[in-house]
């Protein structure tokens, strides 16, 4: 079935640099690629999302970048705000309609 | 409604007992999905109805959990003979996949089991 894996576990950058984070997926026929923000003791939240018919798509500090051959696709925070600290969930959409999730990836800016 | 909706928020039961975490979705949400959260870990998916299909239960840890969806509507989680381990927060999620596909989620039923 469908697997999404997302690198890394945990990440720690200073404020104003920018953050990277990884996934990839395993079902070629996913088309929808959607990253979600959870804050502390809240519930998840969509930051942006991208279809399988565009490579990039950007919203201010926030930018997503898709490689349909490679199957991976990667978010960049860019000048990293105290606000920005949270865990981030990629997620792919299956062939069955199915969201598969990534494990997460707790970032941590460092004033 | 204005958004996904859980009961109760929080819900504390002693071991053996059994539970009922309810989620109403967003109305006209065709997909409706629970997932388990244990503290400072990620999502793990439990079950996923999507429209009059039959359920991917793929994610049930065990016989002792089982859900229903009501109508296309109203799902509800049940726990049987609840365990230490089963304590989490438990959430719901619904869409309208291939409309928008956007995955909203409820605030969560937090479940202690003592």
């Known amino acids: 079935g469908e697997n999404v894996e997302q690198h890394p576990s945990t990440l720690s950058v200073q404020e104003g640099d920018s953050a990277v984070i990884k996934c990839t997926y395993s079902d070629s026929a996913s088309n929808y690629f959607p990253w979600y923000k959870q804050e502390l003791g809240k519930r998840p939240q969509l930051i942006i999302d991208i279809r399988s018919n565009v490579g990039e798509k950007k919203d201010q500090r926030i930018a997503v970048t898709l490689n349909k051959t490679a199957k991976h696709f990667s978010l960049h925070i860019t000048e990293t705000q105290p606000e920005d600290s949270a865990v981030y969930f990629c997620a792919a959409k299956s062939s069955a309609s199915k969201i598969i999730f990534g494990s997460g990836t707790r970032l941590s800016i460092r004033p | 409604g204005a958004g996904v909706s859980q009961s109760p928020s929080n819900k504390v039961t002693e071991k053996g007992k059994d539970v009922e975490l309810r989620c109403d979705p967003i109305s006209g949400h065709t997909a409706l999905y629970w997932y388990r959260q244990s503290l400072g870990q990620g999502l793990e998916f439990l079950i996923y109805f999507q429209g009059n299909s039959a359920p991917d239960k793929s994610g049930l840890p065990s016989d002792r959990f089982s859900a229903e969806r009501t109508g296309g509507s109203v799902s509800t989680l049940t726990i049987q003979r609840t365990q230490q381990e089963d304590s989490a927060v438990y959430l719901c999620?619904?869409?309208?996949?291939?409309?928008?596909?956007?995955?909203?989620f409820g605030a969560g039923t937090r479940l202690s089991v003592l």
């Open positions: 999620a619904s869409s309208f996949p291939g409309i928008t596909d956007i995955q909203y």
